[in-house]
């Protein structure tokens, strides 16, 4: 082992390699950590602090250690910037949370409200009045993941349908949520943490 660790290619390649997948790793987990306390998921987040924090800490104390090699530096960097493009591809790709979804109709949204109620999605219509006459506005909240799933729906019903997405830390509606289903098991673990 003693060899590996002094082999001159080691220490110039070896190395930068180790650091950049060390900064790929905690800054994606930093990532998800943000997002996860945005979220309102504690436990998680705690978690993935304490792993965050020691990944880092092992990275910033090679990059210390060899100052006199850029590569190491350049490593740092680059790993730097590839863990915070992974760790929003990995938050889009788990879709944690749940969102509100406007739905701007610019025709008779009749079809479209009675097959998503059929769907069992949980929604509210209001009429309103737009630049060229008036609109329907369906208020839905859904899970983040269901998302694409509703997307090729609205364009089917109405095309010519607009519609916005925002980001929502806590629904109360007991037709789309059951507070009793925790997703990633941890609400029985330490109780109180998602509040």
């Known amino acids: 082992m003693n060899e590996l660790l002094n082999n001159p290619y080691f220490t110039l390649y070896g190395i930068p390699a180790l650091i950049c997948l060390a900064r790929v ?5 930093g990532t998800l950590r943000i997002i996860f ?4 998921f504690k436990l998680l987040a705690m978690i993935l602090g304490f792993f965050e924090v020691t990944i ?4 910033i104390g090679e990059v210390m250690k060899n100052l006199d090699n850029f590569i190491n530096i350049l490593a740092y960097s680059t790993g730097y910037s590839l863990g915070t493009l992974i760790g929003i591809m990995l ?3 788990l879709a944690i949370g749940v969102v509100v979804m406007r739905i701007i109709t610019k025709r008779d ?3 479209l409200v009675n097959f998503l109620r059929e769907k069992n999605y949980s929604l509210s219509v209001v009429d309103a009045e737009g630049n060229l006459g008036a609109v329907s506005i369906i208020f839905i ?5 269901s998302v694409s799933k509703l997307v090729p ?5 109405n095309p010519l349908a607009t519609y916005t997405i925002e980001d929502v830390r806590h629904v ?5 949520t059951n507070d009793k289903q925790d997703r990633w098991g941890f609400r029985g673990f330490l109780p109180g943490l998602r509040r």
């Open 109 to 111: 949204s009749t079809e």
């Open 25 to 29: 790793m905690d800054v994606s987990m």
């Open 91 to 93: 938050e889009n790709r």
């Open 172 to 176: 109360s509606d007991p037709l789309m």
């Open 153 to 157: 729906i609205i364009y089917e019903y």
């Open 56 to 59: 880092w800490i092992i990275a």
């Open 37 to 40: 306390v945005s979220r309102g």
């Open 141 to 145: 909240n859904l899970k983040r993941s």
